[in-house]
């Protein structure tokens, strides 16, 4: 009621407020960024993880994976494991995985096994 209106003694009821916890759906993707030899795991507009390349004919060789701090331990790094390696076998290419966090993920996941290929420049 306008001041102006209300009557001598008569009190404002307070408003109730109403807060809704609305969970946020964020996209996950991976993606290859071949202008930076990497491909990247996306939080929405945030870059979160990333697994740094080489290209050989044919051949990917995973260099280097790392995640973020504050995304470590939510199983980020296998969803960009799992998606790099998923890209590598749509393009028809094999995977030399230099990287222990990318070899030990495919010796945990047989499933990949058959993309593994052997780097000439590797020694074994």
Known sequence: MPASKRTAGARRTPRRRHTWVVAETVELAVRDNPAELRYELGLGDTIVGEIRYRLKPGIVV???????????GQGLGA??????????????LRVVPLCPFVSAYIR???????LVGRDSATPE
């Open 108 to 114: 945990r996941h047989p499933e990949y096994a058959d």
């Open 62 to 72: 995973l260099v280097h994976t790392e995640v973020s701090p504050s995304s470590e």
């Open 79 to 92: 969803m960009l494991v799992a998606g790099a390696l998923d890209d590598i076998r749509a393009r028809g």
